[in-house]
T-cell receptor, first 115, second 116 residues
Framework: SQKIEQNSEALNIQEGKTATLTCNYT??????LQWYRQDPGRGPVFLLL?????KEKRKERLKVTFDTTLKQSLFHITASQPADSATYLC??????????????FGGGTRLMVKP | NAGVTQTPKFQVLKTGQSMTLQCAQD?????MYWYRQDPGMGLRLIYY???????DKGEVPNGYNVSRLNKREFSLRLESAAPSQTSVYFC???????????????FGEGSRLTVL
């Protein structure tokens, strides 16, 4: 069955360092993958999208890579700040019918950036 | 511009009671979704509506019904609530789902439901 794995343990890093979060998927080949940020008690917010033919995508301090051979996406936050503390969700696309492409979400990794 | 609005934000039900979660979006999006989020389980798709007038089952549809009332509104109904339906429910919308659409999802703030 299709499976998405994100590290369920919290990632604790020092302010100013680079945070790297991992998303692994098995038993399917998504055409694209999205990353979302979720703060406690709030709904997820879209951050970045990367397509299968893109190796890397950047947006300000964020960088996402997509390795379709390893079936893995890495999400990097450079020069991390305490305000980056949140849960980050990866969401590969799944085709559910001829009419629709759905996003299936991983369980998320909680990032804690300490000053 | 409110985005996606869900009501109620909190609800406590007794087993067997029914209720409807309401969702409305003001972004003129074609597609709407209902997810539930449980600790350690991630977001799981309950039902979705690719366009006005259509609805389809997601990953965990049992015990739920939906209605796409118009382009703006998509409601989720629990006919006979069970403790296993205690969860946080999120409504989301996107421009599209079909073909090559890669539309990002816009989420509401969530509805926290407890079934005793």
């Amino acid at each position: 069955s299709q499976k998405i794995e994100q590290n369920s343990e919290a990632l604790n890093i020092q302010e100013g360092k680079t945070a790297t979060l991992t998303c692994n998927y098995t038993n399917y080949s998504p055409a694209y993958l999205q990353w979302y940020r979720q703060d406690p008690g709030r709904g997820p917010v879209f951050l970045l999208l990367i397509r299968e033919n893109e190796k890397e995508k950047r947006k300000e301090r964020l960088k996402v890579t997509f390795d379709t051979t390893l079936k893995q996406s890495l999400f990097h936050i450079t020069a991390s700040q305490p305000a980056d503390s949140a849960t980050y969700l990866c969401a590969p696309r799944v085709r559910v019918s001829n009419a629709g492409n759905m996003l299936t979400f991983g369980g998320g990794t909680r990032l804690m950036v300490k000053p | 511009n409110a985005g996606v609005t869900q009501t109620p934000k909190f609800q406590v039900l007794k087993t067997g009671q029914s209720m409807t979660l309401q969702c409305a979006q003001d972004m003129n999006h074609n597609s709407m979704y209902w997810y539930r989020q449980d600790p350690g389980m991630g977001l799981r798709l309950i039902y979705y509506s690719a366009s006005e007038g259509t609805t389809d089952k997601g990953e965990v549809p049992n015990g739920y019904n939906v209605s796409r009332l118009n382009k703006r509104e998509f409601s989720l109904r629990l006919e006979s609530a069970a403790p296993s339906q205690t969860s946080v429910y999120f409504c989301a919308s996107s421009y599209g789902t079909g073909g090559s659409s890669t539309g990002e999802l816009f989420f509401g703030e969530g509805s926290r439901l407890t079934v005793l």
